[in-house]
């Protein structure tokens, strides 16, 4: 019987990649990476599951709690971005590693991969009952991994100033960050929030004034203030879920471009809005002469392209599914000509009186632009994310010669991003795409 299973799921993964392939003709197809930046977050009002007392105890409260970590094992396989975990360490200061043994960090989200935090700080266990202690409950394959901060306080004094609470669920990979009480009055700053497998893909929240209304945080150490007056409620609950696996048929949306108009030569990003937000999608972009016959873009397989034209040109994209083989079809953009290009084409690396270029290219933490110029000269260099949204913009000034201008990215989240560069009449100079890694 289970030879007769495996060979009708054989059959069928044969049946969906042929479907796939007549969709897309014979395209490559992509699937989009899995990174915790693009986990959708959430916040509540609930009651969470309080574990108090019920749970096996990391930690008694017979003595002070002060940067101790400590191993766990979760009773179940937990995807995370991706990656299956079954181990993980608990730190004292309000956080966990899946996977390896975490170091102490009163910064979490700033140096420790695979972090769940949710009061990353100083943290310290001193007050009558405290504790660390996890819980499993539910049943397979519904099980829910519950580690409790009983009773926690700040450092040096070690109060009874919060509990709280991060869950593990089964089968969805679910992550919630509970907080079950917050009876605290000292002032701090935490951090909340989620790390990869590297620190630069993260996900994390920020506020000043309101936990309940928190926004997301543009760096790894963004962090929320914890004050007599700005605490998280009882029972708020921080969610974050993971794309579950496509079904049936996506949800293609809208394209968007980047730039309102097009040179002969500009390089613009297309991507897409209202998309269905799943696992499993692979994308195929393509462009017409008249809005009715379409080929396919070489290579351009993920939901955002970086495209050039030389005319007015049609954009779609194909989106499939790739577990049900079913597709839709995007809405058509039609990206005219600019009216106001008085430039000539664009060229990748040189143009009149100038030569450009950009290394390292993937960057880590900063790049340099090396502009070898005939004159003296003011430039404006603009980046935008995959989305077309603005991220940074600087006048930079150059001189007759080498000028090597440094930019840093370092807080800028992993993926891909374009330079614009102009001149002091606004033309558009150069363009480029960096990878930020």
């Keep these: 019987m289970k030879t007769n299973n495996y060979s009708i799921k054989f059959l069928l993964s044969i049946m969906r990649a042929a479907v796939c392939t007549m969709l897309l003709a014979f395209?490559?197809?992509n699937l989009e990476a899995q990174n915790v930046s693009t986990y959708q977050f959430s916040s509540s009002i609930g009651t969470p599951v309080n574990i108090y007392n019920t749970g096996t105890a990391l930690t008694i409260g017979t003595g002070a709690i002060d940067d101790n970590t400590y191993p766990v094992t979760i009773p179940f396989t937990f995807m995370y971005h991706g990656t299956a975990f079954t181990t993980g360490s608990v730190c004292a200061n309000g956080f966990i590693k899946l996977g390896g043994t975490s170091t102490s960090s009163y910064t979490p989200?700033?140096?420790?991969?695979?972090?769940?935090?949710?009061?990353?700080a100083d943290l310290y266990g001193a007050a009558t009952n405290h504790k660390i202690e996890y819980k499993t409950t539910g049943t397979t394959p519904n099980r829910v991994f519950r580690i409790q901060f009983d009773n926690w306080g700040f450092y040096s004094g070690g109060l009874n100033e919060v509990t709280f609470q991060i869950a593990l669920y089964e089968t969805t990979g679910q992550i919630d960050v509970a907080y079950i009480a917050?009876?605290?009055?000292?002032?701090?700053?935490?951090?909340?929030?989620l790390t990869g497998a590297t620190v630069s893909d993260f996900n994390d929240r920020a506020t000043t004034t309101n936990w309940s209304a928190s926004t997301a945080g543009t760096t790894t150490s963004a962090n929320l203030t914890f004050s007599s007056t700005v605490r998280p409620?009882?029972?708020?609950?921080?969610?974050?879920?993971?794309?579950?696996p496509c079904?049936?048929?996506?949800?293609?949306?809208?394209?968007?471009?980047s730039a309102p108009s097009i040179c002969s030569g500009y390089h613009f990003i297309l991507s897409l809005t209202g998309t269905t937000f799943a696992s499993g999608l692979a994308f195929q972009w393509q462009s017409s002469s008249n809005g009715s016959t379409f080929t396919n873009i070489g290579g351009a397989t993920s939901s955002s392209v970086n495209v050039t034209q030389n005319a007015a040109t049609?954009?779609?994209?194909?989106?499939?599914?790739?577990n049900s083989a079913a597709s839709s079809n995007s809405s058509v953009l039609l990206e005219p000509m600019g009216s106001l290009c008085s430039h000539s084409p664009i060229t990748?690396?040189?143009?009149?009186?100038?030569?450009?270029?950009?290394?390292?290219?993937?960057?880590?933490?900063e790049f340099t632009l090396d502009v070898t110029s005939e004159s003296d000269r003011e430039l404006t260099m603009v980046m935008y994310d995959v989305l077309g949204n603005k991220v940074k913009q600087e006048k930079r000034?150059?001189?007759?010669?080498?000028?090597s201008l440094k930019t840093n990215i370092e807080d800028f989240k992993t993926g891909m991003y374009f330079i614009q560069v102009t001149d002091a009449d606004n033309n558009i100079i150069y363009s480029k795409r960096v990878i930020k890694q």
Aim: with cysteine.
């Design 27 to 29: 395209c490559t197809i």
């Design 109 to 120: 989200l700033t140096n420790t991969t695979n972090c769940i935090s949710a009061l990353g």
């Design 182 to 193: 917050a009876p605290g009055m000292s002032s701090h700053n935490v951090q909340v929030g």
């Design 233 to 244: 409620a009882t029972g708020l609950i921080y969610t974050w879920n993971d794309a579950l």
């Design 247 to 257: 079904t049936g048929t996506p949800t293609a949306g809208t394209v968007v471009s």
């Design 314 to 322: 049609y954009y779609r994209c194909i989106v499939v599914c790739t």
């Design 348 to 365: 990748m690396n040189t143009i009149e009186g100038a030569n450009f270029n950009i290394y390292p290219n993937p960057a880590q933490s």
């Design 397 to 403: 000034n150059v001189t007759s010669g080498l000028t």
